[in-house]
């Protein structure tokens, strides 16, 4: 396969795939747990790394070792590993690097999963884990310290919208011998590549866009060090045993062929509902990295190649009025998650971020009476009309 082919075309065909047995256009789905050895010497042979091969579904499987293959192509990666859910990606590969006594730098603004898997659970195995802004550089480099082995942040974060510059936090996590975390789940490999842009590892919610369709939990691990997706695979997926099935690996790689797809399909949605929503006199502000006016444009137009489709709002009135809102919405589905083909609406700090303490909302850039916005792939006047007939209802 080409290197030089494209995105869609890389997210359908893959690079250098073999054929699909019986030439069938799609793969199968290997639903085995177990797998027949040759003779002792094979079963050795695979065991110990001598030769491919596969022993047991939740060390390996052909279905999962395509889609671990072909998101490795996507984000410009060299091997991924597949998890059950985005929340076991992302805490293996944080135990991947952190022993007791280590220090573990994020940013302020989490999703909600995630701040409580670093900054309680962790803590329990005595790992400390210290918040700063990560678009305030020089609060980042003060914030490192002799124990400081990992940072790690999402952009655009979750519901906040912050963009970090990938690049720069690499370059300074580089110098203090520190590995770079990303998740990019908002952005996905067609709109942001962060390994290109010095991360160490990549992770991703795949039940999000990377699935597309609300029916399957995944998750994905992503980076250019081949030696080290080993490890994770068999020393902490396998052996944590947050293994996706294989059913769900092939749901995600039809999700795949039509990635790109969807993405600008959402992009031009969520630009022409933010214009809309930006001008609307009961919205007292909006939160979206494709305004011109959103405070990290500028940088999401560099490291980016399109916004995406989540944004943060708020209705004039505080929180009654939010709940109000949100209830009256008929077309957008109150729901958590994102990046489904349906558009999703929410309040993070009483459903996905809940796990936040009050008291630190504002300080986290949050507020009991944000909204978010996952913008699906409607017609964008049927969701406009539907956020218009809603904001109608307010007093």
């Known amino acids: 396969m ?28 290997f639903m085995t747990s177990t797998y027949v050895f040759d003779d002792v010497q094979d079963a050795e042979d695979i065991m110990n790394f001598r030769k491919e091969g596969y022993l047991y579904t939740r060390g390996n499987n052909p279905t999962l070792r395509l889609f671990e293959k072909r998101m490795a192509g996507l984000e410009d990666g060299r091997d991924a590993v597949a998890f059950a859910s985005g929340m076991s990606a992302i805490t293996s590969v944080l135990f991947s690097f952190l022993s007791p006594g280590d220090t573990l730098l ?11 898997a670093t900054h309680k659970l962790l803590t329990k195995y005595k790992i400390n884990c210290k918040s700063v802004d990560f678009t305030d550089l020089e609060a980042v480099e003060a914030a490192i310290d002799a124990n400081t082995k990992v940072l790690y942040f999402e952009t655009p ?19 203090h011998n520190a590995k770079v975390v990303v998740d990019n789940t908002f952005a996905t490999p067609y709109f942001q590549k962060p390994l290109s ?12 866009y990377i699935c597309g369709h609300g029916d399957a939990l995944g998750g994905v691990a992503v980076s250019k060090d081949v030696g080290y997706i080993r490890d994770l695979k068999f020393e902490y997926m396998c052996e944590f045993g947050g293994v996706m099935s294989p059913f769900n690996a092939w749901l995600m790689l039809r999700g795949l062929k039509t990635l790109g797809l969807r993405m600008r399909q959402h992009e031009a949605n969520a630009i022409a509902i933010a214009k809309f929503l930006k001008g609307h006199p009961k919205i007292e502000s909006v939160i979206y990295p494709g305004l011109e006016t959103a405070k990290g444009h500028l940088l999401a137009k560099e490291q980016m190649k399109g916004f995406g489709a989540m944004m943060s709002f ?18 957008a589905k109150l729901a958590v998650s994102l990046g489904d083909c349906e558009t999703l609406i929410e309040l993070p700090a009483a459903m996905t971020h809940a796990g936040y303490p009050k008291e630190k909302l504002r300080e986290f850039g949050l507020t009991e009476s944000m909204i978010r916005l996952s913008v699906g792939i409607e017609d964008a006047k049927d969701i406009i009309g539907d956020l218009s007939r809603a904001l109608d209802t307010l007093n």
């Open 106 to 116: 994020t940013h302020t603004v989490l999703y909600g999963s995630s701040y409580t």
């Open 314 to 331: 708020e209705v004039k009135g505080g929180l009654e009025a939010a709940k109000e809102f949100v209830n009256n919405v008929k077309l």
């Open 157 to 175: 974060a979750n519901p906040s919208l912050d963009i970090i510059d990938i690049r720069k936090v690499s370059e300074i996590a580089k110098t």
């Open 197 to 208: 842009l010095g991360s160490d590892v990549v992770v991703h919610s795949a039940t999000k």
């Open 2 to 29: 080409n290197d030089d082919y494209g995105f869609d075309t890389l997210s359908i065909h893959g690079k250098n795939e073999e054929n699909n047995p019986a030439n069938a256009l799609n793969p199968p789905i």
